[in-house]
């Protein structure tokens, strides 16, 4: 395929959405945009952070999916009661790969799905007494544990449930952390608002309530904020920091811990790579605590080494020296990877829909490879997401952002990439077209992508699904029925 020129880009959004009411078409309007590099703030392009509209489908979540899923979830030494009907627990566990070390159901507990399973009288009669008998059987029964959250889902705001009073109780008897988090699902218009949600309840029950315990600390002690080590990352990344000198002293929040989450007012510098998600806690750290914040992006060897650079900036020369020694330890591995992989992938082009911090990070590792991202656009974003944004994406690709599933299809039949990254939602539908597909959410049960080691992994993962022969015999069903009528005609 060739690349759209603004005019073309800007006539295959209008043709989109023609099918749509006026209404409809008015407001999807705002979502879908040209890029324009030359602008400051996305906000005089496109729309973000807004209602999506009913009957059109989206692939967002809630709520309670950013806080229990995202946040919450990968602290590993904590025990997190999805407070509500089943479903919603059962569904948020072990679905992100959230890597960690330890002994599941004895001192690690983040793959396991505790539930209040609220019933037709829980409705009516209210479970806060359920709940208070939940807490302190799960504590017996897994008495390692060092704390626990109260994930709250929908009906709990619906009727009224005390969780704080519940909460508050419950830790004085047991003499751990007990954790409400306000998180129920209908609460704003995605999963964002539980990021948002979850990291205020970190501020409020976890960060002013340290154990007591002396903390020695170092001129080089940092923290890795939103990363959830999904398939590894957080460890690939932590690599990279230690060997230029920086001790980590915690990682929120895969692999991490609720003693970890306490001693980090104590660090000289939070590292925050999903921005998206945490945020938040980061910039109160940095105002009550006076812990700047510095973001990075550890995808590819290109922004891994400007992101290197820039964190050893904050630091003495002796971390300086460190940072360079580590990226000429690791620029020969780079080399052959990219000596390998870039002439089968050069000239490759790629759309992507994905959440969190992604669909402009991997915008580089693409980019090292010789390939050429044609079209992002994020599920869940703010506008300050898409300042980041503008500035990776090439003038004149297409921006779209909470895109339905129409929309996408017909971008992706009318640009045809020569892959798309996404999610599982929409993974077997654009297979079904014949296009190579990568799972840019859980890296598609691969990984780490992050830091070198991820690098290579990531380039691999590329090659192989877009040199599967498998796409050119592919027919998609729609059209396999069409042949074989044709046949039986014939």
Same mark, same amino acid.
């Given at each position: 395929?060739?690349?759209?020129?603004?005019?073309?880009?800007?006539?295959?959004?209008?043709?989109?959405?023609?099918?749509?009411?006026?209404?409809?078409?008015?407001?999807?309007?705002?979502?879908?945009?040209?890029?324009?590099?030359?602008?400051?703030?996305?906000?005089?392009?496109?729309?973000?952070?807004?209602?999506?509209?009913?009957?059109?489908?989206?692939?967002?979540?809630?709520?309670?999916?950013?806080?229990?899923g995202?946040?919450?979830?990968?602290?590993k030494?904590?025990?997190?009661?999805?407070?509500g009907?089943?479903?919603?627990?059962?569904?948020?566990?072990?679905?992100?790969?959230?890597?960690?070390?330890?002994?599941?159901?004895?001192?690690?507990?983040?793959?396991m799905?505790?539930?209040?399973?609220?019933?037709?009288?829980?409705?009516?009669?209210g479970?806060?007494k359920?709940?208070?008998?939940? *807490? $302190?059987? =799960?504590?017996?029964?897994?008495?390692? %544990?060092? &704390?626990?959250? /109260?994930?709250?889902?929908?009906?709990? @705001?619906?009727?009224?449930?005390? *969780? $704080?009073? =519940?909460?508050?109780?419950?830790?004085? %008897?047991? &003499?751990k952390? /007990?954790v409400?988090?306000?998180?129920? @699902?209908?609460?704003?218009?995605?999963?964002?608002?539980?990021?948002?949600?979850?990291?205020?309840?970190?501020?409020?029950? /976890?960060?002013?309530?340290?154990?007591?315990?002396?903390?020695?600390?170092?001129?080089?002690?940092?923290?890795?904020?939103?990363?959830?080590?999904?398939?590894?990352?957080?460890?690939?990344?932590?690599?990279?920091?230690?060997?230029m000198?920086?001790?980590?002293?915690?990682?929120?929040?895969?692999?991490?811990?609720?003693?970890e989450?306490?001693?980090?007012?104590?660090?000289?510098l939070?590292?925050?790579?999903?921005?998206?998600s945490?945020?938040?806690?980061?910039?109160h750290?940095?105002?009550?605590?006076?812990?700047?914040?510095?973001?990075?992006?550890?995808?590819?060897?290109?922004?891994?080494i400007?992101?290197l650079?820039?964190?050893?900036?904050?630091?003495?020369?002796?971390i300086?020296?460190?940072?360079e020694?580590?990226?000429?330890?690791?620029?020969?591995?780079?080399?052959?990877?990219?000596?390998?992989?870039?002439?089968?992938?050069?000239?490759?082009?790629?759309?992507?829909?994905?959440?969190?911090?992604?669909?402009?990070?991997?915008?580089g590792?693409?980019?090292?490879l010789?390939?050429?991202?044609?079209?992002?656009?994020?599920?869940?974003?703010?506008?300050?997401?898409y300042?980041?944004?503008?500035?990776?994406?090439?003038?004149?690709?297409?921006?779209?952002?909470?895109?339905?599933?129409?929309?996408?299809?017909?971008?992706?039949?009318?640009?045809?990439?020569?892959?798309?990254?996404?999610?599982?939602?929409?993974?077997y539908i654009?297979?079904k077209?014949?296009?190579?597909?990568?799972?840019?959410?859980?890296?598609?049960?691969?990984?780490?992508y992050?830091?070198?080691?991820?690098?290579?992994?990531?380039?691999?993962?590329?090659?192989?699904?877009?040199?599967?022969?498998?796409?050119?015999?592919l027919?998609?069903?729609?059209?396999?029925?069409?042949?074989?009528?044709?046949?039986?005609?014939?």
């Open positions: 395929m060739t690349t759209l020129s603004r005019e073309e880009t800007e006539a295959l959004i209008a043709e989109v959405l023609e099918v749509y009411p006026e209404k409809a078409k008015k407001d999807r309007s705002k979502h879908l945009a040209v890029n324009d590099q030359s602008i400051e703030q996305s906000k005089k392009c496109i729309t973000s952070n807004r209602k999506s509209l009913p009957g059109v489908m989206t692939v967002r979540g809630c709520a309670y999916a950013g806080s229990r995202v946040v919450w979830g990968p602290i030494d904590m025990i997190h009661i999805s407070h009907p089943i479903g919603c627990g059962q569904y948020s566990r072990a679905g992100r790969r959230n890597y960690y070390v330890g002994t599941t159901g004895v001192d690690t507990f983040s793959t799905n505790f539930t209040s399973d609220f019933q037709e009288k829980d409705i009516v009669f479970g806060d359920k709940l208070a008998k939940l *807490i $302190e059987e =799960v504590d017996q029964l897994f008495p390692l %544990n060092k &704390g626990i959250s /109260v994930q709250s889902e929908c009906p709990i @705001g619906l009727i009224g449930d005390d *969780i $704080e009073s =519940v909460s508050k109780k419950a830790s004085a %008897n047991l &003499g952390p /007990v409400p988090v306000r998180c129920e @699902g209908f609460r704003g218009v995605s999963q964002s608002l539980g990021h948002h949600i979850a990291n205020d309840a970190i501020r409020d029950w /976890v960060l002013d309530k340290r154990d007591g315990n002396t903390f020695e600390s170092t001129p080089y002690d940092v923290s890795i904020i939103g990363d959830y080590n999904i398939g590894g990352d957080a460890w690939s990344s932590r690599i990279l920091l230690e060997e000198g920086l001790r980590v002293v915690s990682q929120w929040s895969g692999d991490g811990t609720i003693a989450m306490m001693n980090t007012p104590k660090v000289k939070n590292l925050l790579h999903c921005y998206r945490m945020n938040y806690i980061s910039r750290m940095e105002e009550k605590y006076g812990i700047p914040y510095l973001e990075y992006n550890f995808f590819g060897p290109t922004k891994i400007e992101s650079r820039k964190i050893a900036a904050f630091f003495d020369d002796s300086k020296e460190k940072c020694a580590v990226v000429a330890r690791y620029q020969p591995m780079m080399d052959a990877i990219i000596a390998k992989y870039k002439p089968r992938l050069q000239g490759k082009k790629v759309m992507l829909y994905v959440g969190g911090l992604r669909p402009r990070h991997i915008i590792a693409y980019e090292d010789g390939m050429e991202v044609v079209g992002t656009g994020y599920e869940f974003a703010h506008n300050d997401d300042d980041r944004t503008i500035k990776e994406m090439g003038s004149a690709t297409l921006l779209y952002d909470d895109v339905t599933g129409y929309e996408l299809e017909e971008f992706v039949k009318k640009i045809r990439p020569d892959m798309v990254g996404s999610g599982i939602k929409e993974k654009y297979q077209m014949g296009i190579p597909f990568r799972q840019m959410h859980s890296w598609d049960y691969s990984g780490p992050h830091g070198y080691d991820g690098f290579a992994i990531f380039a691999r993962d590329m090659d192989i699904a877009l040199s599967n022969p498998v796409w050119g015999n027919v998609p069903p729609w059209k396999k029925a069409v042949t074989e009528e044709v046949q039986k005609a014939a």
